[in-house]
């Protein structure tokens, strides 16, 4: 299998339940993005991991929390979210640090729901 | 800070017509420009880049664009398109220092007519 995947697809949760988004990429990448896709907005860039080490993180809510555990595997566990969370989740791979003109690969993304 | 501005939200287009979608930037430092675009129900796929040398870049499915940097624009052309390039594209910035922030616009929604 190649590329980015994303699981689950689509995801329908309560605002007091626990849930994890997982992505998988299978590039030989070595940084990993979570983008938020709303409409009408552009994408919004969440958390990024360089070497499994967190490199940006965009004043995102704590109720958000993601999980790099090696290069190839990104989280992101989400608790008591709101109903404005409700969007498109995508995960992004690249190239780090010797190719900051590497562009990024994008999972199908995880379309979430909060009720 | 670095911006990029997709005026058109929609763009109806006839088959075999031609088409261009503008993105415009803005930045203090030298960039790197990419299209991607987003077929319904999936992520965002690679068209093209611009990183340096010749300005016209051409891509996948027959796109091209054109780096203009006086006019801080990059705009994505195509000469004929299909049903099939019905999606919606987006233009993104990064700049050349090394961060791993690509600014993307808010995209512009191509729609072709049979």
């Known amino acids: 299998e190649t590329g980015v995947t994303q699981t689950p697809r689509h995801l329908v949760m309560g605002m007091t339940n626990k849930k994890s988004l997982k992505c998988e990429q299978h590039l030989g990448h070595n940084a990993m993005y979570w983008y938020k896709q709303s409409a009408k907005k552009p994408l919004e860039l969440m958390f990024v991991y360089s070497l499994e080490e967190r490199v940006e993180n965009n004043s995102v809510p704590s109720r958000f929390s993601p999980e790099c555990p090696n290069s190839s595997h990104l989280f992101l566990h989400l608790h008591t979210l709101q109903p404005e969370d409700s969007a498109l989740y995508l995960c992004?791979?690249?190239?780090?640090?010797?190719?900051?003109?590497?562009?990024?690969?994008f999972g199908n993304g995880t379309r979430l729901t909060v009720t | 800070a670095q911006s990029v501005t997709q005026l058109d939200s929609q763009v109806p287009v006839f088959e075999e017509a031609p088409v261009e979608l503008r993105c415009n930037y803005s930045s203090s430092v030298s960039v790197y420009l990419f299209w991607y675009v987003q077929y319904p129900n999936q992520g965002l796929q690679l068209l093209l880049k611009y990183l340096s040398g010749s300005t016209l870049v051409k891509g996948i499915n027959g796109f091209e664009a054109e780096f203009n940097k006086s006019q801080t624009s990059f705009h994505l052309r195509k000469p004929s398109v299909h049903i099939s390039d019905t999606a919606e594209y987006f233009c993104?910035?990064?700049?050349?220092?090394?961060?791993?922030?690509?600014?993307f616009g808010t995209g512009t929604r191509l729609k072709v007519l049979a």
């Open positions: 992004a791979s690249s190239q780090a640090r010797d190719s900051y003109n590497s562009p990024l690969h």
């Open positions: 993104a910035v990064r700049n050349n220092s090394g961060t791993y922030k690509y600014i």
